[in-house]
């Protein structure tokens, strides 16, 4: 099944310890972005990438790290995590790497920092 | 910066009859425009997109228009019904950059 797969689903943790939230796909797209969602603000992109080793800093990338290392796998890092990166994040991916196709979903993951 | 403004934030109408969703972006570049749903708890799902070089696409029930002059396209949903209650996102792909900006999301309320 065709799908976009991020863990954890729900994660709770406190202020400056590092943690990682995974996203793979297995469609062999090329684009892939990933999104904070906060109420009333709509979907805010933090971080895309459009192939391999080429990543670029979307509208709010503060507080974060990607890396694509292989096709499949985009994850995002908080190297120290403060309340206000409290979210529902989502993972995607795109067959194009320029984005021009249609965007490819996670179930999302909450993340609360105390 | 590039944005994409999306109104009404709320739209509420009756089972049966049209909703219309307006976007206005400002990168006279882009040159392509998804509308996605997301309905409560789920993850936003594409259904319907236009590119540049045409100016209206239809799916059914659904149809998104496209004014690259005024730079604005805008969602259409004829003979609603009680499963399109969802919130709705446009957004706009930034030829330059090949980074999509959204807007803000438009809750859509079907009353029955």
């Known amino acids: 099944e065709a799908q976009v797969t991020q863990n954890p689903r729900y994660l709770i943790t406190v202020t400056g310890k590092k943690l990682t939230v995974t996203c793979s796909q297995n469609?062999?797209?090329?684009?892939m972005s990933w999104y904070r969602q906060d109420p009333g603000l709509g979907l805010r992109q933090i971080y895309y990438?459009?192939?391999?080793?080429?990543?670029d800093k979307g509208d709010v990338p503060e507080g974060y790290k990607v890396s694509r290392k292989e096709k499949r796998n985009f994850p995002l890092i908080l190297e120290s995590p403060s309340p206000n990166q409290t979210s529902l994040y989502f993972c995607?991916?795109?067959?194009?790497?320029?984005?021009?196709?249609?965007?490819?979903f996670g179930d999302g993951t909450r993340l609360s920092i105390l | 910066g590039e944005n994409v403004e999306q109104h009404p934030s709320t739209l509420s109408v009756q089972e049966g009859d049209s909703a219309v969703i307006k976007c206005t972006y400002s990168d006279s570049a882009s040159n392509y425009f998804p509308w996605y749903k997301q309905e409560l708890g789920k993850r936003p799902q594409l259904i319907i997109d236009i590119r540049s070089n045409v100016g209206e696409k239809k799916d059914q029930r659904i149809a998104v228009t496209l004014n690259k002059t005024a730079k604005h396209f805008s969602l259409h949903i004829t003979e609603t019904q009680p499963e399109d209650s969802a919130v709705y996102f446009c957004a706009a792909l930034m030829d330059s950059n090949y980074q999509l900006i959204w807007g803000a999301g438009t809750k859509l309320i079907i009353k029955p």
């Open positions: 469609m062999n797209h090329e684009y």
């Open positions: 995607a991916s795109s067959l194009s790497g320029m984005g021009s196709q249609p965007q490819h």
């Open positions: 990438s459009m192939n391999v080793e080429v990543t």
